[in-house]
């Protein structure tokens, strides 16, 4: 159960913080909603309790699993080449979870591909959404902006 203050991340959004968790009445029956401040977007969201899980509310993750997951990050070894569509579709599920670690796999990924040729208007939207969820995060995890938080997302070379 998520309180008024914690850190949490919603998938496809973003992080943010519980501003709020209330009782509202929808359809004639009360339920708890949680409602939640993403600062990155500059938007407030509202969720039942009951289908938090569902929509992959996670609280965020801990500074030091923060720390490791980028020590991967900047060593990452990339998959062999795969077809666009594969690549994408596989990149897109990643990004669903909602999941760190998954979310700097595609990041890293497109990355890489960007530099050795440049990718298609598709793919540089999801790395940019990619990156975007990512920085929402270690900003928040870290107490930082999101210009700090994307400046540690800076690969070597």
């Known amino acids: ?9 919603y998938p ?12 509202k009445e929808f359809r004639g029956e009360l339920e708890e909603y949680c409602s939640i401040t993403i600062p990155s977007s500059h ?10 899980s569902k929509a992959g509310l996670r609280s965020v993750i801990d500074r030091r699993t923060a720390k490791r997951m980028l020590e991967d990050y900047y060593d990452a070894e990339h998959e062999p ?3 666009w569509k594969q690549r ?22 497109l990355q890489y591909r960007n530099k050795e040729k440049p ?7 999801m790395l940019n959404n990619a990156k975007r ?9 870290k107490n930082i902006t999101e ?4 400046g540690l997302l800076q690969l070597p070379g």
């Open 1 to 9: 159960m998520f309180q008024v203050g914690d850190k949490v991340f």
């Open 12 to 23: 496809m959004h973003g992080a943010g913080i519980v501003t709020a968790v209330e009782e």
């Open 43 to 52: 938007m407030n969201v509202m969720l039942p309790i009951k289908k938090a």
């Open 81 to 83: 080449q795969l077809p």
């Open 88 to 109: 994408f579709s596989s990149n897109m599920e990643k990004i669903k979870t909602g999941e760190f670690e998954a979310g700097l796999e595609v990041l890293s990924d």
């Open 119 to 125: 990718l298609n208007a598709s793919e540089k939207q």
């Open 133 to 141: 969820l990512i920085v929402s995060e270690l900003s928040l995890i």
């Open 147 to 150: 210009s700090q938080a994307e």
